[in-house]
């Protein structure tokens, strides 16, 4: 929505009963209550925020996962979706020869799961602003919220694909490599190790997503140099797919206590002997789900005192595993 600098004829249209609706390209006057254009704005903005998020999750570690959004209920306040949605699969006959082959129910057990719900802090607006600046400042502040949900919601997914702790269903590893700065880099001798932990375990190899931290990162693109291999890409500066794994980077993955292997609570601050770690998961043992997205906006004329419009936004979303085995972490060691 382009906001026109300069606004002709104001006065004559606000007495006139008219409104204005900054649009791409210029205003367009539609004789509408108060009511209705707040209407108009919320469901434009609503769409084009969606949209946003739809976008922002290609090329991600999110890229991919199975979606259940059309399984989400729920009013404004809380959004939920039933576990009975995940991973529920049927039992396999082979060389069967009695008939009528038997009914089995794909009725697993009804859990119901609360998404996560993002709001933003309110933005103020002035009228000022709306229509004396030369640029479109509504649009920057929808991408701006738009884009700080987005990052959060990736943030609180890595972290749920951690697993708690270490067990053989679900590896916890530690790096092995030279010591620098306090801590062991990462070799690709120690994903090696991850993926024998897979087989150890019995787990399949093929489908297996690795999400690199930054660190982690750094150090497989020395090693690559150090050893003249090719996993690397120096021109973008990213870790080819390599062993099986699918491999991604996100700069927010989760901390574990290096000594315990045990993950962090999100949100917890990192401590002297905790390290941020790289995530490994099975594509097709996980899901995710968004629910609403709603805007939430105040009109200046409501506000004499400080003719100002305030804007914000909710957004119910959640990713998740499927199952508990599979998921997996590798963690910088400490000295």
Known sequence: MAVVALFAGAAAAHAAGIIELPITGGLVRH??????????????W?????????????????????????????DDEAQVIHASYFGVEPDVLINNSTYPIP????NGEDIPIALDKYQTKATPLTDDELYSLSYDKMTLVK???????????????????????????????????????????????????LRQAYTDAGIEIDGLRLVLCD?????????????????????????????????????????YNATT?????????????????????????????????LVYYSEARNDPQNQRNLINFRNYFIALPLVSKGFAAIVSAKS
């Open 261 to 293: 292997k045990v993950k962090l609570s999100y949100g917890a601050l990192p401590g002297a002997t905790d390290s941020r770690a790289s995530i490994a998961f099975p594509l097709s043992k996980t899901g995710k789900a968004m629910g609403k997205t």
């Open 143 to 193: 991408e701006a919220h738009g884009n700080a949900i987005a990052k959060n919601r990736l943030k609180k997914a890595i972290h749920a694909f951690g697993p708690a702790n270490h067990s053989a269903d679900h590896p916890v590893l530690l790096t092995t490599g030279e010591l620098v700065n306090g801590r062991r880099r990462l070799r690709w001798e120690d994903i090696i190790s």
């Open 31 to 44: 004789s509408l209550p108060t009511l209705a254009m707040a209407t108009v704005y919320r469901e434009a």
């Open 46 to 74: 609503t769409k084009e925020v969606v949209k946003q998020f739809q976008q922002g999750l290609k090329d991600t570690f999110l890229d991919g996962l199975r979606d259940f959004s059309q399984y989400v209920t729920g």
């Open 215 to 255: 660190d982690h990162v750094n150090d497989l693109l020395l090693a690559d140099t150090a050893f003249l291999k090719s996993y690397a890409s120096f021109k973008d500066g990213i870790i080819t797919s390599q062993l099986g794994f699918e491999i991604r980077q996100f700069s927010q993955n989760p901390y």
């Open 103 to 106: 009914i089995q129910e794909l």
